[in-house]
Nanobody, 117 residues
């Protein structure tokens, strides 16, 4: 059974940093693309970053240069390092992977990041 558990969300001041973690289980982590999405109140869920099995990465324009996604296959964990945080980064951040067997999306329950002074 695929499980994704996010952690690390917090209240942080503008300009601050935060690192999110997503612990994965129930599948061969090293074989799966892992992604982060976020959803702000009243808005659609949006893509933030993705990391391939090769560790190549891709980012939304809004976070490029500020956020870094990484993975530790030995720990079955994907991270999102967020620097220079802005109030508009406030959202629930979700970890995602897609089954390589049937294309089904799996989501964690999310972790709340609030950027405010």
């Amino acid at each position: 059974q695929v499980q994704l558990v996010e952690s690390g969300g917090a209240l942080v001041q503008p300009g601050g940093s935060l690192r999110l973690s997503c612990a994965a289980s129930g599948f061969t982590f090293s074989s799966y693309v892992m992604s982060w999405y976020r959803q702000s109140p009243g808005k659609e869920r949006e893509f933030v970053a993705t990391i391939a099995t090769s560790s190549s990465t891709n980012y939304a324009d809004s976070v490029k240069g500020r956020f870094t996604i990484s993975r530790d296959n030995a720990k079955n964990t994907v991270y999102l390092q967020m620097n220079s945080l802005k109030p508009e980064d406030t959202a629930v951040y979700y970890c995602n992977t897609k089954s390589i067997r049937n294309g089904m999306d799996y989501w964690g329950k999310g972790t709340l990041v609030t950027v405010s002074s």
